[in-house]
């Protein structure tokens, strides 16, 4: 008797999409279902694995480089593969979602990498998970352009040559597609966009003299790496293409993974092409995996905390050494400045401060950053050019003088600032305003001329639910609490009420938002991520 065929994957509770079935075809989503069953048992074991490290910093209030690994850290003879000749130069990278106006814009942007962004930048509604997919096969195909119903204006892509290379970013491991189902279980949003994007792209990327490269996001511990690098393994055995081909950038943006670096990049060494500084989602997670840890852990104003701080230069400076030692890239942060088209003065004093920002990172090893808007490209590219010149790296500049020990990562006392009520109202307002647009949609989202992503969200959150923790009293003598947090949402309703009217008012989710972002700062039992009950109400 023969073994019965394996169950494919159900398309649940979705309305069809115009052109789904040129990305959700018969041999696509035999492939992500193929990923779902050898790879989902062990991303389930090592999601249950963060909570039991977090149970022990809990206990413990501190982290420490791994034992387990030192032999790791301490073999200078391995690197990482070298990079191929689209990633040898990434000095601006710009970053958003994959929606089509977006996609024509950052790929002509003049950015060296365009990060298209499934991930924080952009929410998980059924339609930006499909469609994304298929403008990134468009443009590769260049089958793709774009007409503003409200401007009349045109969009089309620029001659290949003068195009950015794309590094597509999966969603992180904790998060499900609902939409996509095996036997009844919702397959991992990440083994969703890879999935989809490799098994239609590898080949033609490769055909490009590119290839399938990829951020991966929220990174933990380098067993998720590793997790990432058997996925690589079987994906390109899987369509035939040289083991090798996948190149991923890992984001350092949890706590845990700034203490195991080295082993990320060991994991993936084959497939490694460097690793990213983000800061947002950094100090999220400090908040989150520190928050029973006292006042010497309260965070102040997320805008007070610059990346020269003590502990944020720390992460950075080993970031750049850890690369530039196994032969990898350093890639530096986000300028999210939007600029205004209405006032100048603003946009000069943002500019300098990006001018600064990105001179810096130059100047401590980075081999390039990251923007938020067009605009900022040719600030960051001149940062950057004047440091390499026509070199299109500087991973020879080793960083030997850095010697970062592990209470330094975790040195958040060593600022001066402390939480104001401005950054409490502020908390709220930038809360409220992107959790009201991400239900509807859309996950990049300008405020205050800033453009801000999920992990926006996720600090504020955590900045608030930390303050009220804390008992922090702030400059005007005003304690955190919950009652204080709730009056401060309600008058920032109100102003929004006042500042769009009740018609737009009426028509947005305010209501939705406002009890979404109390509920995750006020709850006792922290949500690991705010996007986890967001997706809930994400129709």
Same mark, same amino acid.
């Given at each position: 008797?023969?073994?019965?065929?394996p169950?494919s994957?159900?398309?649940?509770?979705?309305?069809?999409?115009?052109?789904?079935d040129?990305v959700?075809?018969?041999?696509?989503?035999?492939?992500?279902?193929?990923?779902?069953r050898?790879?989902?048992?062990r991303?389930?074991?090592?999601l249950?694995?963060r909570g039991?490290?977090?149970?022990?910093?809990a206990?413990?209030?501190?982290?420490?480089?791994?034992?387990?690994?030192?032999?790791?850290r301490?073999?200078?003879?391995?690197?990482v593969?070298?990079?191929?000749?689209?990633l040898?130069?990434?000095?601006?990278?710009?970053?958003?979602?994959?929606?089509?106006?977006?996609?024509?814009?950052?790929?002509?942007?003049?950015?060296?990498?365009w990060?298209a962004?499934?991930?924080d930048?952009?929410?998980?509604?059924?339609?930006?998970?499909?469609?994304?997919q298929?403008?990134?096969?468009?443009?590769?195909?260049?089958? #793709?352009?774009?007409?503003?119903?409200?401007?009349?204006?045109?969009?089309?892509?620029?001659?290949?040559?003068e195009?950015?290379?794309?590094?597509?970013?999966p969603?992180?491991?904790?998060?499900?597609?609902?939409?996509?189902?095996?036997?009844?279980?919702?397959?991992?949003g990440?083994?969703?966009d890879?999935?989809?994007y490799f098994? =239609?792209?590898?080949q033609?990327l490769?055909d490009?003299?590119?290839?399938?490269?990829?951020?991966?996001?929220?990174?933990?511990?380098?067993?998720?790496?590793?997790?990432?690098?058997?996925i690589?393994?079987?994906?390109?055995d899987?369509?035939?293409?040289?083991?090798?081909?996948?190149?991923?950038t890992v984001? #350092?943006?949890?706590?845990?993974?700034?203490?195991?670096?080295?082993?990320?990049?060991?994991?993936?060494?084959?497939?490694?092409?460097?690793l990213?500084?983000?800061?947002?989602?950094?100090?999220?997670?400090?908040?989150?995996n $520190?928050?029973?840890?006292?006042?010497?852990?309260v965070?102040?104003?997320?805008?007070?905390?610059?990346?020269?701080?003590?502990?944020?230069?720390?992460?950075?400076e080993?970031?750049?050494?850890?690369c530039?030692?196994?032969?990898?890239h350093?890639?530096?942060g986000m300028?999210? $400045?939007?600029p205004?088209?209405?006032?100048?003065?603003?946009?000069?004093?943002?500019?300098?401060?990006?001018?600064?920002?990105?001179?810096?990172?130059?100047?401590d090893? $980075?081999?390039g950053?990251?923007?938020?808007?067009?605009?900022?490209?040719p600030?960051?590219?001149a940062s950057?050019?004047?440091?390499?010149?026509?070199?299109?790296?500087?991973?020879?500049r080793?960083?030997?003088?850095?010697?970062?020990?592990?209470g330094?990562?975790?040195a958040?006392d060593?600022?001066h600032?402390?939480?104001?009520y401005?950054?409490?109202?502020?908390?709220?307002?930038?809360g409220?305003r992107y959790?009201?647009?991400?239900?509807?949609?859309m996950?990049?989202?300008?405020?205050?001329?800033?453009?801000?992503?999920?992990?926006?969200?996720?600090?504020?959150?955590?900045?608030?639910?930390?303050?009220?923790?804390?008992?922090?009293?702030?400059?005007?003598?005003? =304690?955190?609490?919950?009652e204080?947090?709730r009056?401060?949402?309600?008058?920032?309703?109100?102003?929004?009420?006042?500042?769009?009217?009740?018609?737009?008012?009426?028509?947005?989710?305010?209501?939705?938002?406002h009890?979404?972002?109390?509920?995750?700062?006020?709850d006792?039992?922290?949500?690991?991520?705010?996007?986890?009950p967001?997706?809930?109400?994400?129709r």
């Amino acid at each position: 008797m023969s073994a019965p065929a394996p169950s494919s994957l159900a398309i649940v509770d979705a309305e069809p999409l115009p052109r789904q079935d040129e990305v959700l075809t018969p041999a696509a989503l035999a492939f992500v279902a193929e990923l779902h069953r050898r790879f989902t048992p062990r991303r389930n074991e090592l999601l249950a694995r963060r909570g039991e490290r977090r149970a022990e910093i809990a206990r413990t209030s501190t982290l420490d480089f791994l034992p387990e690994t030192a032999a790791i850290r301490a073999d200078d003879s391995w690197k990482v593969a070298p990079a191929p000749a689209a990633l040898n130069d990434r000095r601006v990278e710009i970053t958003g979602p994959t929606d089509r106006k977006m996609t024509i814009n950052a790929l002509n942007s003049g950015a060296k990498v365009w990060l298209a962004d499934f991930e924080d930048a952009s929410a998980p509604t059924w339609e930006n998970v499909v469609t994304g997919q298929l403008n990134l096969m468009d443009a590769y195909n260049r089958a #793709i352009d774009f007409t503003d119903p409200k401007s009349g204006k045109s969009y089309a892509l620029k001659p290949a040559d003068e195009l950015a290379t794309v590094v597509t970013r999966p969603r992180g491991w904790h998060l499900d597609e609902r939409h996509l189902q095996l036997d009844g279980t919702p397959v991992p949003g990440a083994l969703v966009d890879f999935g989809l994007y490799f098994f =239609h792209n590898a080949q033609r990327l490769i055909d490009l003299g590119k290839g399938p490269y990829f951020y991966l996001p929220k990174t933990e511990s380098h067993l998720e790496a590793r997790l990432w690098n058997d996925i690589f393994v079987f994906a390109q055995d899987s369509v035939g293409i040289p083991q090798g081909t996948v190149r991923a950038t890992v984001l #350092i943006e949890t706590i845990t993974a700034a203490y195991e670096m080295e082993e990320i990049l060991y994991e993936l060494r084959d497939h490694a092409s460097g690793l990213n500084a983000g800061r947002w989602d950094y100090l999220f997670s400090i908040v989150k995996n $520190f928050r029973d840890g006292g006042s010497k852990f309260v965070l102040p104003d997320r805008n007070a905390v610059t990346m020269t701080a003590p502990f944020m230069r720390a992460y950075t400076e080993l970031l750049v050494r850890t690369c530039h030692k196994r032969g990898a890239h350093a890639i530096g942060g986000m300028a999210a $400045f939007i600029p205004s088209r209405r006032d100048a003065e603003v946009n000069k004093v943002a500019f300098e401060k990006v001018k600064a920002d990105k001179d810096r990172e130059a100047g401590d090893g $980075f081999d390039g950053s990251w923007v938020a808007h067009p605009d900022l490209v040719p600030i960051a590219m001149a940062s950057f050019d004047a440091v390499l010149g026509e070199k299109p790296n500087q991973k020879e500049r080793l960083r030997e003088d850095v010697s970062v020990a592990a209470g330094d990562l975790i040195a958040i006392d060593t600022l001066h600032a402390k939480p104001t009520y401005d950054g409490l109202r502020n908390a709220v307002a930038v809360g409220i305003r992107y959790i009201e647009a991400w239900l509807r949609g859309m996950g990049a989202v300008a405020i205050f001329n800033l453009m801000e992503d999920a992990a926006t969200a996720e600090i504020s959150r955590s900045q608030i639910w930390q303050w009220i923790n804390a008992d922090v009293v702030f400059e005007n003598g005003e =304690h955190a609490t919950a009652e204080l947090a709730r009056k401060v949402a309600a008058e920032e309703l109100t102003a929004i009420r006042t500042e769009i009217g009740d018609e737009a008012f009426a028509a947005g989710k305010w209501q939705q938002a406002h009890d979404l972002l109390l509920q995750v700062s006020l709850d006792q039992d922290y949500a690991d991520f705010l996007t986890l009950p967001a997706y809930e109400q994400l129709r």
